[in-house]
């Protein structure tokens, strides 16, 4: 079966730096995302990867081993309004969506 | 300006019941979808729509049926709530398919049955 394994919950001070882990076992791999998710809010996308490597927008990093089945999320100077939940979600063979449950993340002043 | 907007925001309603929730997209995008997120926070793909054709229904009960008008509407009725379909329902839209297919999401429907 398809599997997205992602932790439930991660704590971290503001300020600090927090890396949220994801691995995946898909049929198929066609693109990895990220999206960040308030409470009581919609889901809105924050990165994709589909080659290996790192790709850096601002404060957040998502990177990528395909040969691992393995991604991270990576938030630097972390504010109290990065306190959300992050979805790691795999695009399969047949470029449907796969979602993990998602990890809450707390920050903590 | 709303990219997509669905209504109801809440609904709570009695079990045996028929409701449905209405979708819209104004991006001008060829793909709408249709999620149920539980309370354990997964998010289940239940139908997708290309140019208003059905291409993705997963193994949902008979009771949820889409309808897609037209490529910027996607509504979903349910019939004969049960208990177990209370959630957050979320509509989205994106581009195509494949590829970096982001997804862009409605403000999402919360559904309660007594």
């Known amino acids: 079966g398809q599997n997205i394994d992602q932790p439930t919950e991660m704590t971290a001070t503001e300020g600090a730096i927090v890396q949220i882990n994801c691995t995946y076992q898909?049929?198929?791999?066609?693109?990895l995302f990220w999206y960040q998710q308030h409470a009581g809010e919609a889901p809105t996308f924050l990165s994709y990867?589909?080659l290996d490597g790192l790709e850096e927008k601002g404060r957040f990093s998502s990177f990528l081993s395909r040969s691992k089945g393995y991604s991270y999320l990576l938030l630097k100077e972390l504010q109290m309004k990065d306190s959300a939940s992050y979805l790691c979600?795999?695009?399969?063979?047949?470029?449907?969506?796969?979602w993990g449950a998602g990890t809450k993340l707390i920050i903590k002043p | 300006d709303t990219a997509v907007s669905q209504t109801p925001k809440y609904l709570v309603t009695q079990m045996g019941n028929d409701k449905s929730i209405k979708c819209e997209q104004n991006?001008?995008?060829?793909?709408m979808y249709w999620y149920k997120q539980d309370s354990k926070k997964f998010l289940k793909i239940m139908f997708s729509?290309?140019?208003?054709?059905?291409?993705i229904n997963e193994t949902v009960p008979n009771r949820f049926s889409p309808k897609s008008p037209d490529k910027a509407h996607l509504n979903l009725h349910i019939n004969s709530l049960e208990l177990g379909d209370s959630a957050v329902y979320f509509c989205?839209?994106?581009?195509?398919?494949?590829?970096?297919?982001?997804?862009?999401f409605g403000a999402g429907s919360r559904l309660t049955v007594l």
């Open positions: 989205a839209s994106s581009q195509g398919l494949a590829g970096a297919n982001v997804l862009t």
């Open positions: 991006l001008g995008h060829d793909t």
């Open positions: 729509y290309n140019n208003k054709e059905l291409i």
């Open positions: 898909t049929s198929g791999f066609n693109g």
């Open positions: 990867n589909v």
């Open positions: 979600a795999v695009m399969d063979s047949n470029y449907q969506l796969i």
